[in-house]
């Protein structure tokens, strides 16, 4: 099994940054490929980002290119994404994922999930 903590989330102002931080424990081996995805409560979650196990692709929604980057420490067992130029519409819960066979951009190939942390983003 392999466990995933987010930390990161808060209130930010339009314009903003954040870097969220996915903490991974566990059979740390099968993480994988991992992503972030989001949600907005009554809609279906989104993919935002994903990265290869070695970090060496990273793929992104069209929506957060050129704002958002993916990366991973294998050493530090720790996946981030920095978040820059926040827009409100960046408003949802951000949940890490893992243990891909490759990065894909669709929940149902990953198998594991963390809880969450909230994103706001004010106008």
């Known amino acids: 099994q392999v466990q995933l903590v987010e930390s990161g989330g808060g209130l930010v102002n339009a314009g903003g940054s954040l870097r969220l931080s996915c903490a991974v424990s566990?059979?740390?081996?099968?993480?994988?490929?991992m992503g972030w995805f989001r949600q907005v409560q009554g809609k279906e979650r989104e993919f935002v980002a994903s990265?290869?196990?070695?970090?060496?692709?990273?793929y992104y929604a069209d929506s957060v290119k050129g704002r958002f980057t993916i990366s991973r420490d294998n050493a530090k067992n720790t996946v981030y994404l920095q978040m820059n130029s926040l827009k409100p519409e960046d408003t949802a819960a951000y949940y890490c994922?893992?243990?891909?066979?490759?990065?894909?951009?669709?929940?149902?190939?990953?198998?594991?999930w963390g809880q969450g942390t909230q994103v706001t983003v004010s106008s």
């Open positions: 990265i290869t196990w070695s970090g060496g692709m990273t």
């Open positions: 994922t893992a243990g891909a066979a490759a990065p894909y951009s669709f929940p149902r190939g990953y198998d594991y």
């Open positions: 566990g059979r740390t081996s099968s993480s994988g490929a």
